[in-house]
């Protein structure tokens, strides 16, 4: 008899076919000489249906053990279904339990439990309807930010997580290192010394793969790079994780523009392709979740996104009838509260900022010819702000030392970085796009943490 994934069964089985399932159950109803239970193996939202009925050997102690949360095998015939909710059901011939789940103890209920709570047992929150939709949703976002650089040509790169430089310039680093923290290495001096760690000097997580995505820019013109990257920012939100996902795109040849352009294709491309495949996982979070995500990513595939500079924000933000926490004037980075009056309120779809003040951008953006600004542009996104930041790169030698040695930072220490410029330099431009800020935003869930399979936050490691 056919394996088949549940998904397969509800979409194309037809009655009287022969089929094996296998799952965890969701629901158990008994009823007089037979019962019900709904089978997920988390290839859809949608369980399947399963009848067994009491001719059906052993049906007692079977039936004492398939509680919520247990492991099935069924096999069985499909049939048209009586009820309604579903088009066909499975009639069990055999059922096999791998492993039961005590239902004194097993965490999941069948009543909604709240997000905070499931965070606790996030060894189990993936086998609830909401996670569920949210990994297999996730799982498509990352298929079509693949295939939207695989057709285009871009060299998919794999950058270093382990870094010797902070591409940010934030100094919000996590360490890496082999010494014995018992008992560190000094130099006379008391300071830590670090040629006697593995790599003979401090390294990092990296907060970004950029600076090696331009080195292969340089080389193969596209590229992109998909990792993990880390960042210490003590900041207990909704929108920050120590650990998340990053899609950084680097292009020679590119100046601002062309970086716009390529960011707002892009981010169209992924809503159109999840509303293709995740149909009914976006229904589900229109429903339960957000009733604005549907609309919202209609709103994404069919109209341009705003662009305005960061000058021109400025004065809107200080016309704006609301009364900000941050005192709004030129040179503010802007906080989340202004990037949300700003796509939010206002226009009301995504928005890219442009040209910020160089103060308080990182030393590798393009200085502006009034060196006033620099040519970043962030897209904010209505409801979580920034989603992506990028920029086109300083590709002048000089001025970049100069931009380097300004942030205190010392260019010997990016000598590779520099060569670049030196030998066949080229106006180039990228972004880095918020992997788990883009879920967020694509399914309308409130917190970040409940995006990532394991989020790693202030103080929270656990699984
Ligand atoms: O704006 P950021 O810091 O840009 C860079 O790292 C550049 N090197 C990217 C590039 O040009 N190649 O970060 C990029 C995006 C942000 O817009 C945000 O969506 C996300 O990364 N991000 C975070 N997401 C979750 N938790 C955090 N702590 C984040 N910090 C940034
Ligand atoms: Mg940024």
Redesign the pocket.
């Known amino acids: 008899m056919v394996k088949q994934r549940i998904t397969e069964v509800l979409r194309n089985g037809q009655p009287d076919e022969s089929l094996v399932v296998q799952g965890w159950v969701r629901t158990k109803r008994e009823l007089k000489g037979f019962a019900f239970i709904e089978v997920n193996d988390g290839s859809s939202l949608a369980s399947l249906q399963v009848v067994i009925n009491e001719d059906l050997p052993d049906y007692d102690s079977i039936l004492k053990q398939i509680n919520t949360g247990a492991s099935v095998e069924i096999a069985g015939v499909l049939v048209a279904s009586q009820g309604k909710g579903q088009r066909v059901e499975l009639k069990a011939n055999q059922v096999t339990v791998y492993g039961g789940a005590d239902p004194d103890t097993y965490p999941l209920q069948k009543k909604r439990h709240s997000f905070e709570f499931l965070r606790s047992i996030g060894h189990l929150r993936s086998r609830t309807n909401s996670f569920g939709a949210v990994f297999r949703v996730r799982n498509a976002c990352a298929t079509a930010i693949h295939q939207f650089f695989q057709e285009r040509g871009f060299l998919w790169i794999h950058t270093p997580i382990i870094t010797a430089n902070d591409?940010?310039g934030?100094g919000?680093l996590f360490s890496v290192t082999s010494l014995d923290l018992k008992d560190v290495p000094r130099k006379e001096t008391k300071a830590v010394d670090y040629s006697k760690d593995f790599f003979g000097k401090p390294t990092y997580l990296t907060?970004?793969?950029?600076?090696q995505?331009e080195v292969m820019a340089t080389a193969f013109t596209n590229v992109y790079?998909f990792g993990p990257?880390f960042?210490a920012?003590n900041?207990n939100t909704s929108?920050?994780?120590?650990?998340?996902w990053?899609v950084?795109?680097?292009m020679a040849f590119c100046d601002l523009k062309g970086d716009m352009d390529l960011a707002e294709a892009f981010l169209k491309h992924i809503f159109k392709y999840v509303m293709k495949t995740c149909a009914e996982d976006m229904e589900f979070f229109n429903q339960r979740i957000d009733n604005t995500v549907i609309a919202t990513a209609d709103n994404i595939i069919n109209n341009e996104f705003e662009r305005v500079t960061y000058t021109e924000a400025i004065k809107l933000l200080e016309k704006a009838d609301v009364k900000f926490d941050y005192p709004v004037s030129w040179g503010l980075d802007l906080q989340s509260e202004h990037e949300r009056y700003l796509a939010e309120h206002l226009f009301k779809k995504p928005t890219i900022v442009t040209n910020y003040p160089v103060q308080i951008k990182?030393f590798?953006m393009r200085l502006d010819d009034d060196e006033k600004t620099v040519a970043a542009m962030?897209?904010l996104a209505p409801k979580?702000g920034?989603?992506?930041?990028?920029?086109q790169?300083e590709e002048r030698l000089e001025i970049l030392e100069r931009r380097i040695l300004a942030q205190g930072m010392k260019p010997e220490d990016l000598w590779w970085y520099l060569d670049l410029r030196r030998f066949g330099t080229v106006p180039h431009?990228?972004?880095?796009?918020?992997?788990?800020?883009?879920v967020q935003f694509m399914t309308g869930m409130g917190n970040?943490r409940d995006v990532i399979p394991f989020p790693r936050t202030p103080e929270s490691a656990e699984f």
């Open positions: 591409c940010e934030a919000e907060v970004s793969g950029q600076l995505a790079t990257t960042r920012e900041s929108r920050h994780l120590a650990e998340f990053m950084e795109p680097e990182a590798y962030d897209i979580i920034e989603i992506i930041g990028g920029s790169r431009a990228g972004f880095g796009l918020g992997f788990e800020r883009l970040i």
